[in-house]
């Protein structure tokens, strides 16, 4: 097998083939070497981190930084929200946004890579900021952690990140295996399970 990144051609054929399932899939959205995804309708925020109601929130109103913290060591509570298809929301600095993509993606045969589109990227919107790495095996939406350096308002369902696919070098062992992130994990935005570490 060569190794390298697979184009855009290479992907569809991949798909059709069994060997990559994106879902939904929209044909139109695949690029010379990545294919775009959506933004899904959910979103989450930290509630040590912010108070306030959501609609306040749409509006750009009503939401305040509170002096708490979120912690690695506890299961951290979230405030929940479902946007409408085609909803906006607004996002403010200093907060950080749990939200994910639309489309679940599966493979064993490739490790996805997620990064932002650079058309998100010039509105200064970070999608992720370490969680861009796939693993083969894994089979869900992918959470997103999005923050802004201004505000910034984004729709449930526009197109907010690519995924390219890179081949591997040896034996893997898959994700459903090892993998925290699975079945109801594997759904919408998914806080952070740091706490899982600190459990014997």
Known sequence: MEHGILSGKKIVEEIEAGLISI???????????????????????????????????????????????????????VIEHELKDGE??????????????????????????????SSIGRLFTQVHFTAGFGDPGFNGQYTLEVAVSHPVILYAGMRICQMRFHTICGEHISYQDTGSYKGELAEGPIPSQSYRMFQK
């Open 23 to 77: 879902s939904p899939f929209v044909r139109k959205n695949v690029n010379p070497v990545s294919v775009d995804l959506t933004l899904g309708r959910k979103v989450s925020v930290y509630k040590a981190v912010v108070s306030g109601d959501w609609n306040g929130e749409m509006a750009g109103k009503n939401i305040y930084q509170l002096n708490s913290c979120i912690d690695a060591k506890i299961e951290n509570d």
């Open 88 to 117: 906006a929301i607004f996002l403010r600095p200093g907060i950080g946004y749990l939200m994910h993509t639309a489309e679940r993606v599966w493979t064993e045969s490739y490790v996805p890579i997620l990064d932002g589109k």
